[in-house]
């Protein structure tokens, strides 16, 4: 397994020296499935997979249809090919109380403090020590060595804040820099920008073929680059395929389908003449989906190209129409890995 401080640089589809994969997006498009989804492709073949959440929601519990996520290390499935995908649900207080006791030999000190809600009192003036608290139990799975000096985990997934709060969750230097000029909160958070900021960390970002979700994408993969954080791919999430051809998207859009034959169709289906009330109905109904459908598709195919021109790897997995559950977070991870993102 490759350092993670080493500097060598990802290209492409390529992320088999990635050990950190970073999930973001915008609320609603499906952060947290890809990242589960991405753990289980990540773990096809025989690897272990620590997938990890940071934002207290349980989300992973609910996907993996499991009791909430205790603070420690808990197995949560097996992905084809015999590996594993393994949960932690980060708890501010208890990540405090691990650096307390990691750095300073404090445990019971940091007891004493949990018991008088100091804790609360810290992470909630010193926000960014809660980030550095947060990440660097990320970096920390991926630097962890056993005895024979070999990491317990082939890659850590984390499904961490929204696109628009990655960066300043992941930029923890700059958060830490009215905390602590010196000492091991500042030394803790230069070695996790080590390796956030390593070609061994990509930070992938999830959208919609939406305006508001790839400006969003946009707007974050101009923020990571400008924090010299590796963007890596970007995945879009819930697409459909076009159900008209070319031509007739075309005329959908302009209103030109032709009536008659849409008419007949609807006859013919018995579900009303074409002089009928209810058969002009339907057929005007139909027009107006195929009218709807085809400015969809235009505006995807608009929003597609802008997520082109961003020049990273795109991903794209289809909409789901009864929703997520286990079966369909393995079909999701195996369509990730059919697309080389895994």
Avoid: C
Wanted: net charge negative; hydrophobic share 40%; no cysteine.
């Amino acid at each position: 397994m490759p350092d993670p401080d080493d500097a060598t640089t990802p290209d492409g589809n390529d992320w088999s020296e990635v050990m950190l994969h970073v999930v973001s997006g915008k609320g609603g498009t499906g952060k947290t499935t890809v990242a589960a989804a991405l753990a289980l492709a990540l773990a096809h073949g025989g690897k272990r997979v620590m997938l990890m959440e940071v934002e207290g929601r349980q989300g992973l519990a609910q996907l993996f249809d499991t009791p909430p996520l205790p603070y420690e290390e808990t197995k949560l499935t097996v992905a084809p090919g015999g590996g594993e995908v393994w949960g932690l649900a980060v708890d501010p207080e208890e990540a405090l109380l691990e650096y307390l006791e990691m750095f300073y030999n404090l445990r019971r000190a940091g007891s004493v403090l949990r018991r008088m809600g100091a804790i609360d009192f810290v992470t909630t003036v010193a926000p960014g020590l809660r980030d550095v608290l947060l990440t660097g139990k990320a970096v920390e799975l991926v630097r962890r060595k056993d005895k024979d000096s070999k990491s317990p985990y082939d890659a850590v997934v984390v499904d961490a804040p929204p696109t628009g709060r990655i960066t300043r969750f992941l930029n923890v230097n700059t958060e830490i820099a009215g905390l602590a000029k010196v000492g091991p909160v500042r030394n803790q958070a230069d070695s996790v920008m080590n390796v956030l900021r390593s070609p061994h960390t990509a930070v992938h970002l999830t959208t919609l073929l939406e305006e508001m979700p790839v400006q969003e994408t946009i707007d974050g993969v101009a923020e990571l680059h400008d924090a010299a954080l590796p963007v890596g791919g970007i995945v879009v999430t819930m697409t459909r395929p076009p159900q008209l051809s070319d031509e007739d998207l075309e005329l959908a859009l302009v209103d030109n389908l032709p009536r008659s034959t849409i008419a007949a169709a609807v006859a013919s289906a018995g579900l009303g003449s074409a002089r009928s009330k209810q058969g002009r109905g339907i057929t005007d109904a139909l027009l107006t989906e195929a009218h709807d459908h085809a400015t969809r598709v235009r505006l995807e195919t608009t929003e597609r190209d802008r997520i082109n021109q961003l020049g990273r790897p795109v991903y794209e997995l289809s909409f789901v129409p009864g929703g997520i559950d286990l079966a369909a977070l393995y079909d999701l991870a195996e369509s990730l890995r059919q697309q080389h993102m895994a």
